[in-house]
């Protein structure tokens, strides 16, 4: 199984202070951007702190697809344990 996306380099969340949007970065290449903005054009958006986790998630999904190819590859063992639970902790906060 090999990943087609942009190369898992780390993405990262380039700014995530803006009340509007949040951008995902891998080196200069922009993955995604993340609105997170509710106004009576778009009231179904999500807001500031539910956008911000979007693109916390978003960030993370190499890292987060890294972690389940080597749990499968390499079962069960402490080292992916902790890959894993490293790549959940990116996920969150």
């Known amino acids: 199984m090999e990943f087609k996306g942009t ?19 891998c ?11 509710c106004g009576k054009d778009f009231p179904h958006d999500p807001n500031e ?3 911000k ?3 916390k998630l978003i960030a993370a999904a190499p890292d987060l697809l890294e972690a389940l190819q080597g749990l ?5 063992n402490n ?5 894993s639970k490293s790549a959940i902790q990116k996920a969150l906060n």
């Open 7 to 25: 190369p898992q380099l780390k993405w990262k969340i380039k700014d995530i202070s803006s009340i509007s949007k949040t951008d995902i970065v």
């Open 27 to 37: 080196g200069k290449t922009r993955i995604a951007e993340v609105k997170h903005y």
């Open 49 to 51: 702190e539910e956008g």
């Open 53 to 55: 986790a979007n693109a």
């Open 72 to 76: 499968l590859l390499n079962g069960h």
């Open 79 to 83: 080292k992916q344990i902790e890959i």
